[in-house]
């Protein structure tokens, strides 16, 4: 059975969205299309279907559907690199040789202790990846109301032996599976008592 619909938006078309088959009682669509100055896309922008921008108690909020990174319905091969905190500029990213950029591999053994997630950025020349690692992202989960914010914070030279490794925040562009909108690690699903295949609501500023 499908879950797309078309939603209509006044000036700009017809969009098709996915929300899946859980309701929020509350939910309100937002009759609006586009991308945040954080690099998400919502309500059909460049065909991204499970992405939504919605109001939920007075507050506009983005809609996905949740995986956690690395499970059986989004897995990770090892050596992909994520892609939003490979490529900062602004800071040194490597793996424990040495090699530039961060892989899931390696960032994978703090799943269960650090918070991080992974969304379907869109990159610009104003929104790049330096931009998005500035974003503190406000997470809501409507199911039960747990309500956390993530500060990002990241220390990802692995070649410095006395640094303890840190990566709260965004880390990578996905999941490239369909029905999920976002993806969070572990500790974060813990956090916010939420479990794949549930609704998750987010905001990043």
């Given at each position: 059975?499908?879950?797309?619909?078309?939603?209509?938006?006044?000036?700009k078309?017809?969009?098709t969205?996915?929300?899946?088959?859980?309701?929020?009682?509350?939910?309100?669509?937002?009759?609006?299309?586009?991308?945040?100055?954080?690099?998400?896309?919502y309500?059909?922008?460049?065909?991204?279907?499970?992405?939504?921008?919605?109001?939920?108690k007075?507050?506009?909020?983005?809609r996905?559907?949740?995986?956690?990174?690395?499970?059986?319905?989004?897995?990770?091969?090892?050596d992909?690199?994520?892609?939003?905190?490979?490529?900062?500029?602004?800071?040194?990213v490597?793996?424990?040789?040495?090699?530039?950029?961060?892989?899931?591999?390696?960032?994978?053994?703090?799943?269960?202790?650090?918070?991080?997630y992974?969304?379907?950025?869109?990159?610009?020349?104003?929104?790049?990846p330096?931009?998005i690692g500035?974003?503190?992202?406000?997470?809501?989960?409507?199911?039960?109301?747990?309500?956390?914010?993530?500060?990002?914070?990241?220390?990802?030279n692995?070649?410095?032996?006395n640094?303890?490794?840190?990566?709260?925040?965004?880390?990578?562009?996905?999941?490239?599976?369909?029905?999920?909108?976002?993806?969070?690690?572990?500790?974060?699903?813990?956090?916010l008592?939420?479990?794949?295949?549930?609704?998750i609501?987010f905001?990043?500023?």
């Amino acid at each position: 059975m499908t879950t797309e619909k078309t939603l209509s938006i006044p000036g700009k078309g017809d969009f098709t969205i996915d929300m899946g088959s859980i309701k929020i009682s509350g939910e309100e669509e937002v009759k609006e299309v586009g991308v945040s100055s954080f690099g998400i896309p919502y309500n059909g922008f460049n065909g991204e279907k499970y992405i939504q921008k919605v109001k939920y108690k007075g507050e506009v909020w983005y809609r996905a559907v949740v995986a956690r990174m690395g499970s059986e319905v989004y897995p990770i091969q090892d050596d992909t690199h994520m892609a939003i905190v490979s490529r900062f500029k602004n800071q040194v990213v490597t793996d424990k040789d040495g090699k530039g950029g961060l892989s899931w591999g390696e960032l994978k053994k703090y799943s269960k202790v650090q918070n991080f997630y992974s969304t379907k950025f869109v990159l610009q020349s104003n929104i790049t990846p330096d931009h998005i690692g500035t974003g503190t992202t406000r997470f809501l989960n409507p199911d039960n109301g747990t309500d956390k914010t993530i500060a990002p914070l990241y220390s990802l030279n692995r070649t410095l032996t006395n640094v303890p490794f840190m990566a709260e925040g965004p880390v990578n562009i996905g999941p490239n599976v369909n029905g999920y909108g976002i993806a969070l690690s572990e500790s974060l699903m813990k956090l916010l008592d939420t479990h794949e295949g549930r609704v998750i609501y987010f905001m990043i500023k």
